[in-house]
């Protein structure tokens, strides 16, 4: 089983429309989790970091953490043409120190 | 201000061949990181440095591979007798590694192409 596993996609979305990105994780003891966006060529960049359990907005992202189902989800709001990349959800377990284990990735594409 | 870089930005070489690449962090950064990206695959953790030291190199695949960093701040991965499977996108990150603000960011990256 992969310790962190997303939907490999790819999703494609309608421009405006809600795009929602799913990750689950198996190590029960991680306490931060990742949410990195990278275009095509180009390395990844972080969008969001969650800690708590719940809901955490920035503009037009909002990760959503329940750690008792061991799920990570990133919605995109709005969505733009703009926003069509890979999105990699990246978990910090504890037992690994700072390491950060990282899912294999959705590919998203907006179409306007 | 300055983010991470790293050098290279492409490298080619020739099957076993030695390689090294650098990585110069975000300034304050006390944590740099090592991962590797091969073509469809999700990104491979290699080494971690808190200062100078090195915690955790476990995610090294193999004895060709070390790394080193000095006075806190750059870093250079070295790759002996290059292997055409050592070919991938070399990605280094920094962070300040503080309770509650331990985010990653990423350099550029290196892309090792081995013949």
């Known amino acids: 089983q992969k310790e962190v596993e997303q939907n490999s996609g790819p999703l494609s979305v309608p421009e405006g429309a809600i795009a929602s990105l799913n990750c689950t994780y198996s190590?029960?003891?991680?306490?931060?989790f990742f949410w990195y966006r990278q275009y095509s060529g180009k390395s990844p960049e972080l969008i969001m970091f969650i800690y708590s359990n719940g809901d955490k907005e920035d503009g037009r992202f909002t990760a959503q953490l329940n750690k008792a189902s061991q799920y990570v989800s990133l919605l995109i709001r709005d969505s733009q043409p703009s926003d069509s990349a890979t999105y990699l959800c990246a978990v910090m377990e504890e037992t690994s120190g700072s390491r950060l284990t990282f899912g294999e990735g959705t590919q998203l594409t907006v179409n306007p | 201000g300055a983010g991470v870089s790293q050098s290279p930005s492409n490298k080619v070489t020739e099957k076993g061949k030695d390689v090294e690449l650098r990585c110069d962090p975000i300034s304050g950064h006390t944590a740099l990181y090592w991962y590797r990206q091969s073509l469809g695959q999700g990104l491979e953790f290699l080494i971690y440095?808190?200062?100078?030291?090195?915690?955790?190199k476990s995610g090294l695949p193999s004895d060709r591979f070390s790394a080193e960093r000095t006075g806190g701040s750059v870093s250079t991965l070295t790759i002996q007798r290059t292997q055409q499977e050592d070919s991938a996108v070399y990605l280094c990150?920094?962070?300040?590694?503080?309770?509650?603000?331990?985010?990653?960011?990423f350099g550029p990256g290196t892309r090792l192409t081995v013949l």
């Open positions: 190590d029960r003891g991680s306490q931060s």
């Open positions: 440095f808190q200062g100078n030291s090195a915690p955790d």
């Open positions: 990150a920094s962070s300040l590694r503080r309770v509650g603000l331990d985010t990653q960011y």
